[in-house]
């Protein structure tokens, strides 16, 4: 059986924050981080609630938030008790948010208590993690990086808007851009692709294709920034429909233990599972041929997309290895068992299009060490 689906109404377009203005908010607690707030793009937000509105703001979110945050902003947002709940931010925020609504409602079904519905509105500020149409919430935990997926997370409006992207500094455009692009991707090859996904994660690649690199050189031009931004959208219905893949996997751990950016980890692996997913081949050629890649030497559809992937990369200054991040191979090469489990573990893992055993694996994370 398959389904497809996409429950929060989507507001974008440069007008987009007047969509709160229509709400009767009476209690609003804001869930974001210490940059969104030092650079003034809360109070974006701010201007459209009426000022009978009692606000509270939770700005303690870092990035790849941990269960200890969530604990915190949950307490918080409980005995605040407001009627709306605004996460404002990368995926970080607005993952945060979802795990406060999804811990509140354990909590209460465990102790037998109703639980207050809160309306949940999601702005991302970074293209992006699309988690503003998503079920997923992945959190980190000591080492580990979990992904919870719960239909109760998804928000009740997203609303997106250029205007956030303004003040993104390139290096962050590139990690999370890089996202995008490896979402549609692992959606496009999954197991679980379909007729209603497809189009969806094409058309987001294409997005990307056209937008990022001009995106990253001029963060001031807004066409690129809503393009890039309605493509980080649009990758997230997609795989949220469908799955992400072991690339996915393999990030969350690697990112957790060596503490690189998600989408920067993202970036990192990408050519390396590409060329591994064998059982996609025809996918990855499709797809060279959508994006109109062209290829001076004789390569395959599917070695094309990847030495473009590869260029795109260079041009953003995203390294090409772990090794070229500065990890040591002793410390790596220890962390290879936990690293395993965990990506056998990971809930992406089952979407991939080609299955690993434990042998392939330590032979794929040392190609993504060394490089090639
Ligand atoms: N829920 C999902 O479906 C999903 C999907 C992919 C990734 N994730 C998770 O999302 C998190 C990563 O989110 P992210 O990549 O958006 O980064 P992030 O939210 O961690 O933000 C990265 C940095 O960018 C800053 N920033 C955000 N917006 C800015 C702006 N407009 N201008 C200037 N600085 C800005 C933040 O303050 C932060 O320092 C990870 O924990 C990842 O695992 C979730
Ligand atoms: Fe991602």
Same mark, same amino acid.
Do not use: W
């Given at each position: 059986?398959?389904?497809?689906?996409?429950?929060?109404?989507?507001?974008?377009?440069?007008?987009?924050?007047?969509?709160?203005?229509?709400?009767?908010?009476?209690?609003?607690?804001?869930?974001?981080?210490?940059?969104?707030?030092?650079?003034?793009?809360?109070?974006?937000?701010?201007?459209?609630?009426?000022?009978?509105?009692?606000?509270?703001?939770?700005?303690?979110?870092?990035? %790849?938030?941990?269960?200890?945050?969530?604990?915190?902003?949950?307490?918080?947002?409980?005995?605040?008790?407001?009627?709306?709940?605004?996460?404002?931010?990368?995926?970080?925020?607005?993952?945060?948010?979802?795990?406060?609504?999804?811990?509140?409602?354990?909590?209460?079904?465990?102790?037998?208590?109703?639980?207050?519905?809160?309306?949940?509105?999601?702005?991302?500020?970074?293209?992006?993690?699309?988690?503003?149409?998503?079920?997923?919430?992945?959190?980190?935990?000591?080492?580990?990086?979990?992904?919870?997926?719960?239909?109760?997370?998804?928000? %009740?409006?997203?609303?997106?808007?250029?205007?956030?992207?303004?003040?993104?500094?390139?290096?962050?455009?590139?990690?999370?851009?890089?996202?995008?692009?490896?979402?549609?991707?692992?959606?496009?090859?999954?197991?679980?692709?379909?007729?209603?996904?497809?189009?969806?994660?094409?058309?987001?690649?294409?997005?990307?294709?056209?937008?990022?690199?001009?995106?990253?050189?001029?963060?001031?031009?807004?066409?690129?920034?809503?393009?890039?931004?309605?493509?980080?959208?649009?990758?997230?219905?997609?795989?949220?429909?469908?799955?992400?893949?072991?690339?996915?996997?393999?990030?969350?751990?690697?990112?957790?233990?060596?503490?690189?950016?998600?989408?920067?980890?993202?970036?990192?692996?990408?050519?390396?599972?590409?060329?591994?997913?064998? %059982?996609?081949?025809?996918?990855?050629?499709?797809?060279?041929?959508?994006?109109?890649?062209?290829?001076?030497?004789?390569?395959?559809?599917?070695?094309?997309?990847?030495?473009?992937?590869?260029?795109?990369?260079?041009?953003?200054?995203?390294?090409?290895?772990?090794?070229?991040?500065?990890?040591?191979?002793?410390?790596?090469?220890?962390?290879?068992?936990?690293?395993?489990?965990?990506?056998?573990?990971?809930?992406?893992?089952?979407?991939?299009?080609?299955?690993?055993?434990?042998?392939?694996?330590?032979?794929?994370?040392?190609?993504?060490?060394?490089?090639?």
């Amino acid at each position: 059986m398959s389904s497809f689906y996409i429950k929060p109404k989507i507001e974008f377009g440069e007008n987009s924050l007047n969509v709160i203005r229509e709400h009767n908010i009476k209690k609003c607690f804001i869930v974001t981080d210490k940059s969104i707030v030092d650079l003034k793009l809360i109070n974006k937000v701010l201007n459209v609630l009426a000022s009978e509105v009692k606000v509270e703001i939770f700005s303690k979110v870092t990035p %790849n938030p941990t269960i200890e945050i969530i604990e915190e902003g949950m307490k918080e947002m409980i005995s605040f008790d407001p009627d709306y709940v605004i996460a404002i931010g990368g995926g970080s925020p607005i993952d945060a948010c979802k795990g406060m609504l999804y811990f509140e409602k354990k909590i209460a079904e465990e102790i037998g208590e109703p639980h207050p519905k809160r309306y949940f509105i999601a702005i991302p500020t970074t293209s992006g993690t699309g988690s503003e149409v998503t079920s997923y919430s992945v959190i980190s935990a000591g080492k580990r990086k979990i992904a919870l997926a719960n239909d109760e997370m998804l928000p %009740n409006l997203a609303i997106l808007n250029p205007s956030f992207m303004e003040t993104l500094p390139p290096h962050i455009i590139a990690d999370t851009g890089m996202d995008v692009l490896t979402h549609a991707m692992e959606s496009f090859v999954s197991k679980e692709r379909s007729v209603f996904t497809n189009p969806i994660a094409l058309e987001s690649m294409k997005l990307i294709n056209e937008n990022l690199l001009e995106h990253y050189k001029n963060p001031k031009e807004i066409k690129y920034r809503e393009n890039v931004q309605n493509a980080s959208c649009m990758a997230g219905i997609a795989f949220n429909n469908s799955s992400l893949g072991i690339n996915h996997s393999i990030a969350h751990i690697v990112g957790a233990i060596f503490k690189l950016s998600h989408g920067r980890a993202n970036a990192i692996v990408m050519p390396y599972i590409i060329d591994e997913n064998t %059982n996609a081949d025809k996918y990855y050629s499709l797809i060279a041929q959508e994006l109109k890649i062209k290829s001076s030497l004789q390569l395959s559809g599917k070695e094309a997309l990847i030495e473009h992937i590869k260029n795109m990369k260079k041009t953003m200054q995203i390294p090409t290895s772990l090794k070229d991040v500065g990890i040591k191979l002793e410390v790596f090469k220890n962390e290879i068992p936990t690293m395993i489990s965990e990506i056998k573990k990971d809930i992406c893992t089952s979407g991939n299009p080609n299955k690993f055993d434990d042998e392939k694996l330590i032979r794929i994370l040392l190609r993504i060490y060394f490089g090639d």
